[in-house]
């Protein structure tokens, strides 16, 4: 299956037939009345489902624009939307017999989470992530032993997270048998970002309802950030056929899109091929992928999920880009209006939103979806607003 | 294309130097009936350690795939032994797979692997290969069942590029029973020469595989590491190590 020509299947010949298994099994237990269940159980009382759409009362009247809600995805257990894909994805996993799981993480918030369903689920759990990031990133190579979780550090290339996706691959080469790879974003060879995207669309589906029940009407606009894009997919997708719903995928411009120094793929990328699908990379003429700069780990990644480029070619979805600097403002900025620190990730989509918002009407309606908190960035905003002008 | 049992050697352009790899691939050619030319490329996810450390020497160096044809055109000029050119598909994907592949044929390389194109990513691709008479090796690995085997079969024109194993490339000690089992599967399905890859190291290597009826045999990481270890100085070890393996191949 593919959005438009995004997507496929460029992988070795080895995985043609594990990805098939995969996609037979997840067509199987999709529609599952017992697999749903089970699924549903442990999103609420596990995880924490719904989580609640909240009218930034505060945030709205500073403004003195269109009302911003926040979709409280920081409230979820293990603190970001991660969960929702990688329980989803863990269950699925158990029956198909597989007893290992194996994820790549940038910042570690899918290696936690993957963890987290691990442990749930009595399964084995190596995550592999990238030296860089390992040194970084102290607290949450913790937080994923103490989940029982192993953590392979990855030496090779950039040593981030496009290189602990590429060992992942190296390792479920050789390990399909047993072992599930837990891909974390909407991105990697078909059927992943069908499966990450069905996971994580209940995000989307609950904005729907929680929305038309407050408001009564659509949401004007939902803004999301993007790195592979899983979040933004997951709140995007229910509203896609809501021609009136105005979609905005904010990507990491990082110090500034002129520099170099950012992972805006979308807006600033090619056409290409990289772990699995054709999408938009950042690169250079022959094609080597390029390293990426962004203050948010889990933006930090050169490519993004292949149903985002369909969004942006197709027209459906727009994408912009936000530099550290202005995700960090609108980091404050939460923090101090509503008491919220949101994630670095999501202070991207927040900061796109605020300066929208200020433009559009009082009666208009924005989502932003708050994809994860903040309390795992609290080293980097403390050192980077040591160092800048950016005083509290 | 090639005189059988053969043996086929891999390197990757570039490493450590351009001008290296032309005295690397003379040497080759002594003792090789194929060589298979590696293109650098950022993120090799079907290579171990050692083929991924000879692609970050290579583009350290600064190699683009425009030297990587060069170097074919300059290996033309010394020898008429086939060249295949390996490389993962945003190379190609980016040059545009025609002008690539007419690029490739121009500098007077014979065959292509592509590592990441699978047969249902490959249809314009195995088009432009024909129109440009360029020959394809596609993949099999011990899990490709017998009708995609055949399927491999028809779309390699050149070969067909047997993995003895489950996992990346590099050097092991033994070989894997998938090998042989692989290979005896294939030589009742495919009708294309067979070369086995991905773990074969040693001469004994060479010899169970050709003894087991492998039409070829390729060699990669082996070489590479010698290359990593000798940099430049590289071809003295490189060439015991060539007789080595090339002495596998008769018995």
């Known amino acids: ?392 | 294309m090639f005189r059988k049992p053969a043996l086929i050697t891999f390197i990757t352009a570039g490493d450590p130097n351009v001008k290296a790899t032309l005295d690397f691939m003379l040497a080759l050619d002594k003792y090789s009936d194929v060589i298979e030319l590696g293109i650098p490329f950022s993120d090799p996810m079907a290579d171990g350690k050692a083929i991924q450390k000879a692609n970050v020497r290579a583009l350290k160096a600064g190699t683009r795939v425009g030297d990587v044809f060069n170097l074919v055109r300059e290996f033309r000029e010394h020898s008429d032994t086939p060249v295949v050119l390996m490389t993962y598909y945003n190379p190609v994907y980016r040059r545009g797979v025609e002008r690539f592949v007419a690029e490739a044929k121009e500098s007077g390389a014979n065959a292509m692997i592509v590592v990441d194109l699978p047969l249902e990513e490959a249809g314009e691709y195995l088009n432009v290969c024909e129109k440009y008479d360029m020959g394809t090796v596609f993949l099999a690995a011990p899990n490709t069942p017998d009708d995609r085997l055949r399927m491999i079969d028809e779309a390699s024109s050149a070969f067909v590029y047997l993995i003895s194993l489950y996992g990346t490339t590099g050097a092991r000690e033994k070989l894997s029973q998938l090998a042989f089992d692989l290979l005896k599967r294939a030589k009742r399905i495919c009708s294309k020469p067979l070369a086995v890859g991905f773990g074969v190291s040693k001469a004994e290597h060479v010899r169970e595989l050709v003894k087991a009826g492998a039409d070829g045999v390729v060699v990669g990481s082996a070489i590479v590491d010698i290359i990593g270890k000798y940099g430049e100085d590289a071809i003295d070890p490189l060439e015991e190590k060539l007789k080595e393996l090339r002495s596998g191949l008769f018995f």
């Open chain 1, 1 to 392: 299956m593919k959005f438009g020509e995004f997507g496929g299947q460029f992988v070795p010949e080895v995985l043609i037939p594990p990805l098939k298994e995969l996609e037979k099994a997840y067509n199987e237990l999709k529609d599952d009345e017992e697999f749903k269940s089970e699924l549903d159980y442990y999103l609420r009382n596990y995880a924490g489902r719904p989580t609640p759409l909240y009218f930034a009362k505060n945030l709205t009247e500073k403004l003195g624009g269109a009302k911003i809600y926040l979709k409280r995805e920081d409230l979820l257990h293990s603190g970001a939307h991660k969960i929702n894909n990688t329980i989803g994805q863990a269950l699925l996993a158990k029956k198909m017999g597989k007893t290992r799981l194996i994820a790549e993480t940038g910042a570690g918030q899918h290696g936690v989470a993957t963890a987290i369903a691990g442990a749930l689920l009595g399964l084995k759990v190596d995550v592999y992530m990238g030296a860089e990031d390992v040194e970084r990133q102290k607290m949450n190579v913790f937080r994923m032993k103490l989940l029982g979780a192993e953590v392979i550090p990855v030496h090779s290339g950039s040593k981030t997270l496009k290189d602990a996706i590429n060992e992942a691959l190296r390792d479920w080469v050789a390990t399909f048998e047993y072992t599930h790879y837990l891909i974390g974003s909407v991105v990697g060879p078909h059927p992943y970002p069908t499966i990450v995207r069905d996971f994580q669309s209940v995000i989307g589906r609950e904005t729907k309802r929680q929305i038309l029940e407050i408001e009564g009407a659509l949401p004007d606009v939902i803004v999301a950030c993007v790195g592979g894009g899983s979040n933004a997919i997951g709140i995007f997708h229910p509203f896609i056929e809501d021609r009136s719903v105005r979609l905005i995928g904010v990507e990491a411009a990082g110090k500034g899109i002129e520099t170099g120094k950012h992972s805006a793929s979308l807006c600033a990328g090619e056409k290409g091929v990289l772990h699995g699908m054709l999408s938009y990379f950042l690169q250079d003429e022959d094609g080597q992928i390029a390293t990426t700069h962004s203050i948010a780990a889990g933006l930090d990644y050169p490519g993004v999920g292949p149903e985002h480029a369909w969004l942006k070619e197709s027209g459906r979805a727009e994408y912009v880009a936000v530099t550290d600097d202005q995700a960090l403002k609108a980091f404050v900025e939460l923090s101090k209006t509503e008491g919220i620190l949101p994630a670095l990730e999501s202070a991207h989509a927040l900061a796109y939103a605020m300066e929208l918002a200020k433009e559009m009407s009082k009666d208009e309606v924005v989502v932003v979806n708050l994809s994860g908190r903040g309390d795992k960035d609290l080293g980097i905003v403390m050192e980077a607003l040591t160092c800048s002008a950016n005083q509290l």
